[in-house]
């Protein structure tokens, strides 16, 4: 200003760094001239082009970072682990004069720290927090995902449970409008959503994490006019199928229902297992009105079957079904010395291994001269698909074991034990030894080969013994656990001689990894005398299919 012999300069820098700034005065360097001047750039102008600082977890995040306008400088970052102080690596190209590209992967983070620099010094917003979440984890249930009625309110659950702090977000579209939905949290990992619908028709209802959709996202919801969903029933419905078969059962329709309601019902059938599997159904209207209905179920499982007619549950719904393995009886196997010769008063113990042989009911039953005695099960302690069976036999005599798996007979079965007193073997052992040459030479040879034939049988059953314990060694480890005693009456004919026998069956079924109620406590059955026989069925303790 002229007034006061002062002057205000103004230098408007093209580029960063150290500049020389020469001032003068008639031509001449005024005091201190010229001066060392740094031009820093102007990072409050720098910014990250993406606006979502929410990510999916365990997947590489690309942002840009425009720098126009803010003269010329080196752009570095650097990427923390909020929860572990980890140094996350991050990667800088350049991909024009003025834009930046960073790349990061957070591994399992859910929290991370990006700082941004331009020439030593933060841009604008850095340090920046990303959350990363795991869409994957997110879990939507209820009837709401599915059907609802016309103007009443239709309601779902979501769980967040471990998936990160990411935003939840639900639109619900269709029948050429938008429906707002009202979200409510009701825990820290759960929030309800409720809506509802205007007119009837199929509508997409969309959820996501954090931008990103969970598993089943978009569901499809049909949405029906009221009717009365009570004049239908279930008849006989399925409690077991096999795996590979249908689900297959009949909806009854009331008789006098009128042919208006007959025109507006609309039978939707799916189906849910306890290890997630969704299944959808058909329903066929059959001459009389009634619905013939099927599911296929793609695994072993305990599956719910939910049967609703215009989004209502009818009579009977929903209704439980166990999917499971056939049995294969040829794959079980038994052994043991109590499947062979033995001594009275003396314990029998022998083994049955179901791995492998699909589901069925185990039963094991005994049969032995006059008399009482004891027949015990068990599991085997580190294998859950092998039962111990012991038996004490009292009197002398043959004791035939037949072994079933689902009604047939199991390889083998039935088995022979003979069952001797000692003393009477010992005796027997030495008459063999004093007329055992005169037996050699016997003209018609008769007792010589009555002798080795008892060897072959001997070394037959041998054999067969060992091949199923070379066998049992491969087998997987699975089984059932019960355990039983019992006695019988004594037999009052020799013509037709009742037998003293027990029956102990367990009910096994396929075993899964997340398998339910693995502590089964031990089965105890007390037999008593029914007719001329006497029998306790003991099934598996908890379901074994998750």
Same mark, same amino acid.
């Given at each position: 200003?002229?007034?006061?012999?002062?002057?205000?300069?103004?230098?408007?820098?093209?580029?960063?760094?150290? *500049?020389?700034?020469?001032v003068?005065?008639k031509?001449?360097?005024?005091f201190?001239?010229?001066?060392?001047?740094?031009?820093?750039?102007?990072?409050?102008?720098?910014?990250?082009?993406?606006?979502?600082?929410?990510?999916?977890?365990?997947?590489?995040?690309?942002?840009?970072i425009?720098?126009?306008?803010?003269? #010329?400088?080196?752009?570095?970052?650097?990427?923390?682990?909020?929860?572990?102080?980890?140094?996350?690596?991050?990667?800088?190209?350049?991909?024009?004069?003025?834009?930046?590209?960073?790349?990061?992967?957070?591994?399992?983070?859910m929290?991370?720290?990006?700082?941004?620099?331009?020439?030593?010094?933060?841009?604008?917003?850095?340090?920046?927090?990303?959350?990363?979440?795991?869409?994957?984890?997110?879990q939507?249930?209820? #009837?709401?995902?599915?059907?609802?009625?016309?103007?009443k309110?239709?309601?779902?659950?979501?769980?967040?449970?471990?998936?990160?702090?990411?935003?939840?977000?639900?639109?619900?579209?269709? #029948?050429?409008?938008?429906?707002?939905?009202?979200i409510?949290a009701?825990?820290?990992?759960?929030?309800?959503?409720?809506?509802?619908?205007?007119?009837?028709?199929?509508?997409?209802?969309?959820?996501?994490?954090?931008?990103?959709?969970?598993?089943?996202?978009p569901?499809?919801?049909?949405?029906?006019?009221?009717?009365?969903?009570?004049?239908l029933?279930?008849?006989?419905?399925?409690?077991?199928? *096999?795996?590979?078969?249908?689900?297959?059962?009949?909806?009854?329709?009331?008789a006098?229902?009128?042919? #208006?309601?007959?025109?507006?019902?609309?039978?939707?059938?799916?189906?849910?297992?306890?290890?997630?599997?969704?299944?959808?159904?058909?329903?066929?209207?059959?001459?009389?009105?009634?619905?013939?209905?099927t599911?296929?179920?793609?695994?072993?499982?305990?599956?719910?079957?939910?049967v609703?007619?215009?989004?209502?549950?009818?009579?009977?719904?929903?209704f439980?079904?166990?999917?499971?393995?056939?049995?294969?009886p040829?794959?079980?196997?038994a052994?043991?010395?109590?499947?062979?010769?033995?001594?009275?008063n003396?314990?029998g113990?022998f083994?049955?291994?179901?791995?492998?042989?699909?589901?069925?009911?185990?039963?094991?039953?005994?049969?032995?001269?006059?008399?009482a005695?004891?027949?015990?099960?068990?599991?085997?302690?580190?294998n859950?698909?092998?039962?111990?069976?012991?038996?004490?036999?009292?009197?002398?005599?043959?004791?035939?074991?037949?072994?079933?798996?689902?009604?047939?007979?199991?390889?083998?079965?039935?088995?022979?034990?003979?069952?001797?007193?000692?003393?009477?073997?010992?005796?027997?052992?030495?008459?063999?030894?004093?007329?055992?040459?005169?037996?050699?030479?016997?003209?018609?040879?008769?007792?010589?080969?009555?002798?080795?034939?008892?060897?072959?049988?001997?070394?037959?059953?041998a054999?067969?013994?060992?091949?199923?314990?070379?066998?049992?060694?491969?087998?997987?480890?699975?089984?059932?656990?019960?355990?039983?005693?019992?006695?019988?009456?004594?037999?009052?004919?020799?013509?037709?001689?009742?037998?003293?026998?027990?029956?102990?069956?367990?009910?096994?079924e396929?075993?899964?990894?997340?398998?339910?109620?693995?502590?089964?406590?031990?089965?105890?059955?007390?037999?008593?005398?029914?007719?001329?026989?006497?029998?306790?069925?003991?099934?598996?303790?908890?379901?074994?299919?998750?």
């Open positions: 200003t002229s007034a006061s012999n002062a002057y205000h300069c103004e230098v408007l820098p093209q580029e960063t760094g150290i *500049h020389e700034l020469a003068k005065y031509g001449k360097h005024i201190g001239s010229p001066f060392n001047a740094i031009f820093m750039p102007n990072t409050t102008i720098c910014h990250m082009t993406e606006s979502s600082t929410e990510h999916e977890v365990g997947s590489n995040v690309v942002f840009h425009s720098t126009a306008g803010a003269g #010329e400088a080196k752009l570095t970052a650097a990427a923390e682990n909020i929860a572990t102080k980890e140094t996350l690596p991050v990667s800088v190209a350049k991909v024009s004069d003025e834009l930046y590209k960073l790349e990061l992967n957070p591994g399992q983070g929290e991370c720290s990006l700082s941004v620099k331009y020439g030593d010094q933060h841009i604008h917003g850095s340090p920046f927090k990303l959350e990363f979440s795991d869409s994957s984890k997110c939507a249930v209820g #009837e709401g995902l599915f059907s609802a009625l016309v103007g309110e239709g309601t779902f659950s979501v769980k967040t449970e471990d998936t990160g702090p990411g935003k939840l977000r639900v639109k619900i579209e269709g #029948e050429g409008t938008e429906v707002k939905p009202v409510t009701t825990s820290s990992s759960e929030s309800k959503v409720t809506y509802c619908l205007p007119k009837p028709g199929t509508y997409k209802v969309h959820i996501q994490l954090a931008k990103f959709d969970i598993p089943g996202s569901f499809e919801v049909h949405c029906y006019a009221p009717v009365d969903a009570s004049n029933s279930i008849e006989n419905p399925p409690t077991e199928v *096999h795996s590979g078969k249908l689900i297959e059962f009949p909806v009854h329709v009331e006098g229902t009128s042919e #208006e309601a007959l025109r507006e019902m609309q039978l939707m059938i799916d189906a849910s297992s306890s290890r997630g599997h969704a299944v959808p159904g058909e329903a066929r209207k059959i001459s009389d009105g009634s619905y013939h209905c599911l296929k179920p793609p695994a072993v499982a305990k599956y719910t079957v939910n609703r007619c215009n989004g209502q549950h009818v009579q009977g719904s929903p439980k079904v166990r999917v499971i393995t056939p049995p294969i040829e794959n079980v196997k052994y043991g010395p109590g499947l062979k010769d033995g001594w009275i003396e314990e113990n083994s049955v291994e179901t791995a492998n042989a699909g589901t069925g009911l185990l039963a094991i039953r005994i049969h032995g001269p006059k008399g005695f004891k027949i015990n099960t068990k599991r085997h302690p580190e859950d698909r092998i039962v111990l069976v012991s038996y004490n036999p009292t009197h002398a005599g043959k004791y035939i074991i037949e072994i079933t798996w689902a009604t047939t007979p199991i390889p083998g079965s039935p088995f022979t034990a003979h069952i001797k007193k000692r003393e009477e073997a010992i005796a027997e052992e030495d008459e063999n030894e004093e007329n055992g040459e005169e037996v050699s030479e016997s003209a018609d040879g008769q007792a010589s080969n009555g002798k080795a034939d008892d060897r072959n049988e001997g070394q037959d059953q054999t067969q013994e060992e091949t199923k314990e070379n066998e049992t060694d491969k087998a997987e480890q699975n089984a059932v656990h019960s355990e039983g005693e019992g006695s019988v009456s004594d037999s009052k004919s020799d013509a037709d001689k009742p037998v003293a026998s027990k029956e102990v069956s367990s009910q096994a396929e075993m899964t990894n997340d398998h339910e109620s693995q502590q089964a406590n031990d089965i105890e059955g007390k037999i008593t005398p029914q007719n001329e026989e006497s029998a306790v069925k003991t099934d598996d303790v908890g379901d074994r299919t998750s």
